[in-house]
């Protein structure tokens, strides 16, 4: 399937709207390199100034295929993005797009100008429903959209899109002013609202509202396109509600040339997302379905309350909360905590039954979990992830620091034996740091290493496993697949002596990347390869 616009031939027709997915350059680059059915790829939105965005959480359902987001143009800023961008390799049959967003008319233009030389074309945010100050109220007015377009058209001279918000009396008048100002085509439509979710009597987005996107926006989607195609021959990016061949036919039908699936992606893995794609190119051209099913309507974001019946300290920043309820997760599977109108955060669980969560005390939401109290209340949603799957006659060797210890200890576990125990290597800097020992000592055999040697090893814990491997013949070291989680030098530097024993696909490890949505729309827990650690984690191969 080939697809014409803005002059060149591309790959495909699809695209994934701003701030969906596509949000990190490593990202990026592996769509680029094993979708070619996304033929525009298109950035998240880049302003002048970094923005740290919202806190957590970012997005939430309220029906199936249903979701309310807000983000908060989270960015790290032109010059960083510019960076970022440079390191991209884009074939000949690839659209860049490059969303850009502003305060004014003069942050519009800067960033344009930065940009534009890394960019195949740039894409206006004047849409964006949440984010005060920026995109919606200046997409209101066809005077400021235009004076913006046309700005930026005088600055650059690649095409310019101008995305445009569903929350006006006649987008029909918006999309003429944005194409008097000199936009080469249109976007339509970015989220509808705001609107506002609630879970047990709180509302759950941190910033209260959020823009309304899925399937039920699909109707909004097809009546702009429409609106916009009676009154131009521009080239259209449909996006809003789709999820199918069929919805891609339908904003076809009203006029849409490049076909935006943003929200339906929701949940889906790296390899589901290449399979899908590849799916729903075929279902265009073969009248087939194939792509509709593998969408996650079924997806559970809900929150469960959890009272907390103890909070025992180990040290001066790390504690053990002990709840009131079990949960059914998988080894490797993680969950969200959610504090309302303080945030959220994800966690391994330290145990299920009853639910205990590590906490090391390192900012104002892990403070709250530092300081909970029996009684309080905190509201779980998940488990979220891919458990891990080790082969039957597996050696399980685990090494965590920190909070890490959470993540491997059910591995252990789990998949341990009386004939083939588990190895648990546990690294803290010194004694007092040291948690659950005890119940690491019931299912697996605990190495400790501290560094300054009051407990254990002295030294690092990958010099603890370096003298531990370096002992075991050929026959065990080929049954030994590694699980690694906590910090990222820890995690290193453990990968590096165990390359020297193993192969890379017998290596799995977690390491803390910012992690925001847990259903791999958001990309903030981009890996250097291009995962997503929420859906493809968090336990994984170097590759």
């Given amino acids: 399937m080939t697809t014409e616009f803005l002059g060149k031939q591309l790959s495909g027709p699809f695209t994934i709207p701003s701030g969906i997915v596509t949000t990190a350059p490593s990202i990026i680059q592996r769509v680029i390199d094993t979708i070619p059915e996304i033929g525009v790829i298109t950035t998240k939105s880049i302003g002048f100034e970094p923005r740290l965005g919202y806190r957590e959480p970012v997005y939430s359902q309220y029906a199936p295929g249903c979701f309310v987001n807000a983000i908060g143009l989270t960015n790290p800023g032109v010059e960083e993005a510019l960076e970022g961008l440079r390191t991209l390799t884009v074939p000949e049959d690839r659209f860049l797009l490059v969303s850009i967003f502003g305060g004014s008319i003069e942050e519009f233009v800067a960033v344009a100008r930065q940009l534009a030389p890394v960019a195949d074309g740039l894409e206006l945010n004047l849409s964006c429903p949440h984010a005060k100050g920026y995109g919606m109220a200046m997409g209101q007015d066809p005077d400021m959209v235009r004076a913006i377009v046309a700005a930026v058209c005088d600055a650059v001279e690649i095409p310019v899109i101008a995305k445009l918000t569903p929350n006006v009396d006649d987008i029909a008048v918006i999309g003429q002013a944005a194409l008097a100002g000199g936009a080469a085509g249109l976007c339509a439509i970015n989220t509808t609202g705001p609107g506002y979710t609630e879970s047990h009597g709180h509302p759950i987005l941190s910033n209260g509202l959020g823009g309304m996107s899925g399937k039920g926006v699909l109707p909004v989607t097809l009546k702009a396109l429409a609106a916009l195609r009676a009154v131009t021959d521009a080239p259209l990016i449909g996006c809003g509600g789709l999820s199918s061949a069929a919805d891609c036919r339908a904003v076809a039908h009203c006029g849409a040339t490049i076909f935006g699936i943003g929200s339906g992606l929701t949940g889906l893995d790296t390899q589901a997302l290449g399979h899908?794609?590849?799916?729903?190119?075929?279902?265009?051209?073969?009248?087939?379905?194939?792509?509709?099913?593998?969408?996650?309507?079924?997806?559970?974001m809900s929150f469960s309350p959890y009272q907390v019946t103890d909070n025992k300290p180990v040290c001066d920043d790390i504690s053990v909360v002990t709840l009131d309820g079990s949960l059914d997760i998988r080894a490797g599977e993680y969950v969200f905590v959610w504090i309302p109108g303080v945030g959220e955060k994800p966690f391994s669980c330290l145990?299920?039954?009853?639910?205990?969560?590590?906490?090391?005390?390192?900012?104002?939401?892990?403070?709250?979990?530092?300081?909970?109290?029996?009684?309080?209340?905190l509201y779980l949603r998940g488990p979220h992830g891919v458990a891990v799957s080790p082969p039957d006659d597996a050696h399980i060797v685990c090494v965590a620091g920190g909070t890490g210890l959470a993540a491997v200890l059910q591995i252990a576990d789990d998949f341990g034996s009386a004939?083939?125990?588990?190895?648990?290597?546990?690294?803290?800097?010194?004694?007092?740091?040291?948690?659950?020992?005890?119940?690491?000592?019931?299912?697996?055999?605990?190495?400790?290493?501290?560094?300054?040697?009051?407990a254990g090893f002295e030294g690092r814990v990958s010099d603890a496993l370096a003298a531990f491997l370096a002992e075991q013949p050929a026959a065990a070291l080929e049954k030994m697949i590694f699980y690694n989680c906590g910090p990222a030098p820890m995690i290193h530097a453990s990968e590096a002596v165990q390359q020297q024993f193993v192969s890379a696909d017998r290596i799995f490890s977690a390491i803390d990347y910012l992690t925001k949505c847990g259903v791999g729309i958001c990309g903030a827990c981009a890996s250097p390869d291009g995962r997503r650690i929420c859906v493809d984690g968090p336990f994984i191969t170097a590759e």
């Fill in 419 to 454: 004939k083939q125990p588990a190895d648990i290597f546990v690294g803290a800097r010194t004694a007092n740091r040291l948690y659950f020992r005890d119940e690491c000592e019931s299912v697996a055999r605990v190495t400790i290493a501290t560094d300054d040697g009051s």
């Fill in 351 to 377: 145990t299920a039954d009853p639910v205990r969560l590590a906490v090391i005390n390192v900012g104002p939401f892990t403070d709250a979990c530092y300081q909970a109290s029996p009684g309080d209340t």
């Fill in 276 to 300: 899908y794609f590849a799916d729903l190119a075929h279902d265009m051209n073969h009248q087939t379905d194939r792509a509709a099913a593998q969408v996650h309507f079924d997806l559970d």
